[in-house]
């Protein structure tokens, strides 16, 4: 029973903490140690320059250009490098707790994201995952004429299985592209034919398919 109220104070507080923020306020805490590209001074510097609607670009570690391209009170979306993207949102529970979803696509050169959750103290959530879906679940019906054909092209889907997810900016709806770009030509023809997003969204207690 103690242990449970203990758990209740720490997730009310980490509710509190982010409900008096906002999601550059997040960004900027964010430590080294989770996206060691930026400094905290750059995360400082992109968020002042977008504020005054100068371009919020600066030097990342590597030396190349980092851009902050969109900032919300409750979404942003960030490209460090060339070749990968970064966004970040804040999700509400049916317990008003708030927590911070992190979202990384990198393209070498098929774009694939590593979705997390954290709570305010930017300490992982690992209760909390998003939904991975099926590999028939990117496709629409399949015509018994290419039926044979998809699982073949399905089989080697299966053998690579990357996944593009992105979220809305204006709502808690996480979309899934699957990446067939690295299919041999026949099998990407076929795939792309029928190739479909999936969506699910955040009710604020569990992640519902749409």
Same mark, same amino acid.
């Given at each position: 029973?103690?242990?449970?109220?203990?758990?209740?104070?720490?997730?009310?507080s980490s509710s509190f903490t982010l409900h008096s923020q906002g999601i550059?306020?997040?960004?900027?805490?964010?430590?080294?140690?989770?996206?060691?590209?930026?400094?905290?001074?750059?995360?400082?510097?992109?968020?002042?320059?977008?504020?005054?609607?100068?371009?919020?670009?600066?030097?990342?570690?590597?030396?190349?250009?980092?851009?902050?391209?969109?900032?919300?009170?409750?979404?942003?979306?960030?490209?460090?490098?060339?070749? &990968?993207?970064?966004?970040?949102?804040?999700? %509400?529970?049916?317990?008003?707790?708030?927590?911070?979803?992190?979202?990384?696509?990198?393209?070498?050169?098929?774009?694939?994201? &590593?979705?997390?959750?954290?709570?305010?103290?930017?300490?992982?959530?690992?209760?909390?995952e998003l939904p991975i879906a099926e590999t028939v679940d990117f496709f629409?019906?399949?015509?018994?004429?290419?039926?044979?054909?998809?699982?073949?092209?399905?089989?080697?889907?299966?053998?690579?299985?990357?996944?593009?997810?992105?979220?809305?900016?204006?709502?808690?709806?996480?979309?899934?592209?699957?990446?067939?770009?690295?299919?041999?030509?026949?099998?990407?023809?076929?795939?792309?034919?029928?190739?479909?997003?999936?969506?699910?969204?955040?009710?604020?207690?569990?992640?519902?398919? %749409?």
């Amino acid at each position: 029973m103690r242990r449970s109220i203990i758990l209740l104070f720490i997730l009310l507080s980490s509710s509190f903490t982010l409900h008096s923020q906002g999601i550059s306020d997040v960004f900027t805490s964010m430590p080294d140690s989770i996206f060691p590209l930026l400094t905290s001074k750059n995360r400082h510097d992109m968020v002042d320059f977008y504020k005054n609607k100068m371009e919020a670009k600066v030097r990342n570690r590597l030396g190349d250009y980092a851009l902050l391209d969109t900032l919300t009170e409750d979404y942003l979306k960030l490209i460090p490098s060339k070749s &990968s993207t970064i966004e970040m949102k804040l999700m %509400e529970t049916d317990d008003s707790v708030t927590v911070v979803c992190l979202i990384q696509t990198v393209k070498a050169p098929v774009p694939d994201s &590593s979705v997390k959750f954290y709570d305010s103290e930017w300490r992982r959530l690992h209760w909390l995952e998003l939904p991975i879906a099926e590999t028939v679940d990117f496709f629409n019906e399949i015509p018994d004429s290419v039926a044979e054909e998809m699982k073949f092209v399905q089989k080697s889907i299966d053998d690579l299985r990357l996944i593009a997810v992105s979220v809305s900016p204006d709502e808690p709806v996480f979309t899934m592209q699957l990446a067939v770009d690295e299919l041999a030509k026949d099998e990407k023809k076929i795939a792309e034919r029928h190739l479909v997003s999936v969506r699910y969204r955040w009710t604020g207690r569990d992640f519902v398919k %749409e």
